[in-house]
């Protein structure tokens, strides 16, 4: 129970740090952290492969919310909150893959390779532009400067005139959008 | 992805830190919202006039003054869980104000219903004289919503939807609050239909803007 107590006070005055832009605090909050949000992860998703995707998605959404933290208040609810949703929204993105991939494998897929291949290749490049169109003008450059222009990660962030680690949270939050629109695209 | 990828972007987010100010306290903000709310309200108070016998039917529990009662309660408890539905861990508050807002609009609706079954007046469905009431409820909803949606959009939703149908309702009740507050009909049906149901109504209209709005700030979050 002391050691439970304990934890929650650091984690508090660590977060609270961390608002006001102490790294070295916030690193060790997320360190501490990482145990605590796997087995949040874990409890729920079981030994599934893409576990570690979503404890990284609960990193990135605690990295997004930490201004909705309100100090004084525990931080214990506030991350078991936001890594329930990243689980909810895994769970659900995956049926909807597993619900696209059983639409296609019943669907009507041309029988001949050669047309199969060219109907899977050619709507793709403007699929994918308009949906590069929808995202918002940071993430679709993070995206260009490493996808497309194949510069590395410290190239694309000079280019972007940002921090590596900042251009790597836009290229990532960009994937995943685009993960998102291109399904949507293709349902 | 693999664990040794996941402490790097520990690490990253960490190097990437930048400070920033955090949200005020809900209770701050909820009372912003009413006090848009109570201003525009008192306003068009002001312009409108209180209905003669507004303090009168206070005291009776299957009149107007029930109806307000209702559209109060539906009002406060639908601000309160759209705020705390913007906030990851808050969710015993949002459940309470689920609870009082359904309460409200449970009341509001069991009031109308009891008028109209007291009433010998028949079914009908909305009308020209129950416009002016309902226009009054949903021009004076918007401050409230438009305050909701302006916080939920820099907060964290993570019931988007919940909070948008609770944004709408409550909205749409503190609006039907002052208009019901304004209004000297004593008809049951317009009652009914122009004042207890204000909430549905709000729902029908507002839920969709204010999920768009929620959603168009989530995807704007530029990071």
């Keep these: 129970m002391q050691g439970s107590d304990g934890r929650s006070v650091r984690w508090r005055e660590w977060m609270a740090s961390a608002q006001r832009g102490d790294s070295l605090a916030y690193e060790r909050l997320l360190e501490d952290l990482l145990p605590f949000v796997r087995g949040i992860v874990r409890s729920r998703l079981g030994d599934d492969a893409n576990a570690e995707d979503v404890v990284q998605d609960v990193l990135l959404a605690i990295h997004t919310a930490r201004h909705t933290f309100q100090a004084g208040r525990e931080l214990e609810p506030w991350v078991r909150t936001i890594a329930r949703n990243a689980v909810i929204d895994s769970v659900r993105r995956r049926g909807r893959q597993r619900a696209r991939d059983a639409g296609v494998e019943v669907a009507d897929l041309p029988e001949d390779p050669g047309a199969r291949a ?70 | 992805m693999s664990a040794e990828s996941t402490r790097e972007l520990l690490r990253e987010l960490a190097s990437d830190l930048t400070p920033v100010k955090p949200l005020p306290r809900l209770r701050f903000v909820a009372a912003a919202v009413l006090l848009a709310w109570l201003a525009i309200g008192v306003g068009g108070i002001a312009l409108e006039g209180l209905a003669p016998t507004f303090w009168q039917t206070l005291a009776v529990p299957i009149s107007a003054g029930g109806i307000f009662v209702g559209l109060l309660l539906a009002g406060l408890g639908g601000v309160l869980a759209a705020l705390a539905l913007a906030i990851p861990g808050r969710e015993p508050l949002a459940r309470a104000g689920l609870a009082l807002g359904g309460a409200g609009v449970a009341i509001a609706a069991w009031v109308g219903f009891a008028l109209v079954a007291d009433s010998s007046l028949a079914w009908r469905l909305p009308r020209a004289g129950d416009l002016p009431c309902l226009l009054t409820a949903l021009v004076i909803s918007l401050a409230p919503a438009l305050a909701l949606a302006w916080f939920s959009g820099r907060a964290a939703p993570f019931r988007p939807l919940a909070l948008a149908l609770a944004a709408a309702a409550g909205a749409a009740a503190l609006g039907g609050s002052v208009a019901q507050a304004c209004c000297g009909s004593d008809q049951a049906m317009h009652l009914l239909l122009a004042h207890a149901l204000v909430p549905a109504l709000g729902v029908f209209v507002l839920t969709l803007p204010l999920l768009v709005a929620i959603r168009g700030s989530e995807r704007s979050q530029n990071y």
């Design chain 1, 118 to 187: 060219s109907a899977e290749a050619e709507p793709l490049p403007r699929a994918l532009e308009r949906a590069l169109e929808k995202l918002p003008s940071v993430q679709r450059e993070a995206v260009l400067l490493l996808k497309v222009y194949g510069l590395s990660v410290a190239e694309a962030a000079t280019r972007a005139k940002t921090t590596p680690g900042a251009l790597k949270l836009r290229a990532h939050r960009g994937y995943r959008l685009l993960r998102d629109l291109l399904g949507r695209e293709r349902t």
